[in-house]
C-alpha cells in the first residue's frame, strides 16, 4: 500500500525542526524524516551552549518541533513551557518514556507524541502524517468545505446520499453547492438531477491549467434549485490513474475558491484521484448496509484511511444506508466492526427512492415529509455545521495511554 502515501495535499509542505544536544542523535532523525515519502523540509539545532529555548529566536515557526531531550530535560521543557500554548508548534519528543515525571512534563509542554530510542520509523512517520493532514486542513478553512461520500462496497447508495446531501446543502441550508461526479467512465449523477451536462469532469481537466472562475462555469450545468454540477459525460473517458495528481488538486482548488460546499461522489476504487479527494475533504462519508461482506469491505475502507491516507476519525462518518433494526447485522455489530466515533442510519424506504430516481428529482420533493427525507436533511445539517469541525486529538491520546497504562 505505500504507493497510497505520496502527496496529494496541494503542495502543502511540512516544516519540521529538529533541537538536539547530541550531533549524532540529530542527524539520525534527520535521516529518519528524510524517508518520509512527502519530504518535508528539514530545520536544524545543535544545543551546545547555545540557548536551551529550542524554540530561541527563530526566524519562522516550524509546523512540529521534535525534541530529543538530554540530561537538562527538565530546562529545556520548562523553556517550552514559558511558550503561551498558542505561540507554540506540536511537539514530538524523545527521551525516557520509562520515566513517569519526563512524560507527565513533556505533556504539560504540548507533546503530542513520545518516542524512545531506537526509533520506531512507523510511528515517527505516523505522526508527520498527522500533522502534515492537520496543517492541509487548517489552510481549508478560507475556501470551501468538501464532503467525500464513498461506497464501502458498490451500490450501497453513495450516489444517492451524495446528490440529495448536496441538493438539500443548497436549498435547506442556503449553501453555495457544488455536486462533483468522479467516476469518469460510467457515471451518471446528473441524471439523479434530470441534467444532461454537455462537457464534463474529464473536459474540465484537460484544460485545469487554463481555468478561472469564468471558464469553469462551462463545465458546470446547473439545476433549478440553483445547485451546479459537475458532471461526468460519455464524450470523454478517463482510465483509473490516468488524472496526474497535480491536476486534480487544481480542479479542486479551482472549485473550492467557487462554493461553500463541494460535495463529491467518489467511485469504490481507491487510486490516486480519489486518494486526492479523500485527503482534501473535510469529511468523509463512507455508505454501508447491514450484511457481512458491506461489513468486512468497510472495515478494509477505514484501515485504508487511517492507516495509509491518515484521515482522523473525526471525518469520517459512517452511514447505514437502508437500515433495517430487524436486521442479522446491528448498528451495534457496525459501530463495533469498525471502532467509528460518528455512525448514522438511513432508513429503508425503497419506494421512495425508486420513485426519487425514475423521476429525476430529490427525494425531499418526491417525499419531503418521509423519515428518509428527514434523516438526510439532519445529516448534511450535521455536516456543514460550523461547530462540527475535526478535533485533533490522536497523538495525544496516545500519550496519555502510555503515561497512564491505558
Not at 487544481?250 to 481507491?270: A, E, G, H
Not at 471502532?339 to 429503508?348: A, F, S
Request: charged share 20%.
Amino acid at each position: 500500500m505505500d504507493n497510497f502515501s505520496s502527496s496529494n495535499r496541494a503542495q502543502i509542505q511540512l516544516k519540521v525542526l529538529i533541537s538536539s544536544r547530541t550531533q549524532s542523535d540529530l542527524d539520525l532523525i534527520e535521516t529518519l524524516i528524510g524517508e518520509f515519502d512527502e519530504q518535508p523540509r528539514i530545520m536544524k539545532r545543535f544545543v551546545s551552549n547555545g540557548h536551551i529555548d529550542p524554540l530561541y529566536d527563530l526566524d519562522e515557526m516550524p509546523d512540529l518541533l521534535i525534541l530529543n531531550l538530554s540530561k537538562h530535560w527538565q530546562g529545556e521543557l520548562d523553556e517550552l513551557l514559558n511558550h503561551s500554548a498558542a505561540n507554540r508548534p506540536p511537539v514530538l519528543v524523545v527521551g525516557d518514556q520509562h520515566n513517569p515525571e519526563i512524560m507527565r512534563k513533556a505533556m504539560q509542554a504540548g507533546a503530542r507524541d513520545f518516542l524512545n530510542f531506537p526509533i520506531n520509523q512507523v510511528e515517527l512517520h505516523k505522526t508527520l502524517k498527522q500533522i502534515s493532514r492537520e496543517k492541509q486542513q487548517a489552510q481549508l478553512i478560507d475556501s470551501g468545505h468538501l464532503t467525500a461520500v464513498i461506497n464501502a462496497k458498490g451500490g450501497s447508495g453513495a450516489s444517492m446520499l451524495a446528490c440529495n446531501l448536496a441538493y438539500l446543502m443548497q436549498t435547506n441550508s442556503n449553501q453555495h453547492t457544488i455536486l462533483m461526479d468522479l467516476d469518469m467512465q460510467f457515471g451518471s449523477l446528473a441524471e439523479y438531477l434530470n441534467l444532461k451536462p454537455e462537457n464534463g469532469i474529464a473536459d474540465a481537466l484537460k484544460v485545469v491549467d487554463e481555468l478561472d472562475e469564468t471558464a469553469l462555469t462551462a463545465y458546470l450545468v446547473k439545476h433549478k434549485s440553483g445547485l451546479q454540477v459537475l458532471g461526468s459525460t460519455t464524450n470523454t473517458i478517463r482510465m483509473p490513474n490516468q488524472t496526474p495528481e497535480q491536476q486534480i488538486n487544481r480542479l479542486l482548488k479551482m472549485v473550492l475558491k467557487n462554493c461553500n460546499q463541494l460535495v463529491v461522489d467518489l467511485p469504490r476504487m481507491i487510486d490516486r484521484t480519489a486518494i486526492a479527494v479523500l485527503q482534501n475533504a473535510s469529511r468523509i462519508v463512507v455508505v454501508v448496509q447491514q450484511d457481512l461482506i458491506n461489513v468486512r469491505d468497510a472495515i478494509h475502507m477505514m484501515h485504508i484511511l487511517r492507516n495509509e491516507l491518515a484521515i482522523l476519525d473525526d471525518q469520517i462518518i459512517v452511514a447505514v444506508n437502508r437500515f433495517d433494526k430487524k436486521a442479522a447485522v446491528s448498528v451495534k455489530d457496525i459501530e463495533e466492526s469498525l471502532k467509528v466515533k460518528h455512525l448514522v442510519t438511513i432508513p429503508n424506504d425503497y419506494r421512495t427512492s425508486i420513485e426519487s430516481l425514475n423521476k429525476g428529482e430529490p427525494i425531499s420533493v418526491v417525499a419531503k415529509r418521509s423519515a428518509l427525507s428527514r434523516s438526510l436533511n439532519q445529516l448534511q445539517a450535521d455536516l456543514i455545521r460550523p461547530d462540527n469541525e475535526p478535533v485533533h486529538r490522536g497523538a495525544l491520546t496516545n500519550l496519555f495511554s502510555r503515561l497512564t497504562g491505558g
